[in-house]
């Protein structure tokens, strides 16, 4: 298991990176697109990264993305995300 400090830093990661391609994780949990269980495991995936350095570079950055990075082991998620974004502006 990662240490306290390392899922700190991941999900500081994780929630940078959907913040950058367009999505509130807080605001997505209580719409209900993403449950609790699923940004912890969001974190988890982050952490086995085993390249978080680039991530926290590209983080650096000021810039918007239009997706997450291919290397991103949470691309998936995040696309799934930024459907269901754009879906509730639709409605």
């Known amino acids: 298991m990662p240490s306290r ?6 999900a ?29 495991e969001a974190v988890l995936r982050c952490a086995e990264c085993g390249n978080p350095g680039h991530c926290k570079t590209l983080m650096e950055q000021d810039a918007t993305l239009p997706s997450a990075p291919e290397y991103c082991r949470n691309k998936d998620l995040f696309s799934q995300l930024v459907s269901s974004v754009a879906m509730s502006c639709k409605n």
Not at 5 to 10: D, N
Request: glycine fraction near 6%; aromatic fraction near 0%; charged fraction near 30%.
């Open 5 to 10: 400090e390392t899922l700190k830093q991941h």
């Open 12 to 40: 500081s990661l994780v929630d940078r990176m959907a913040t950058r391609v367009g999505i509130d994780l807080e605001d997505a949990a209580i719409r209900g697109d993403v449950s609790i269980d699923q940004i912890s």
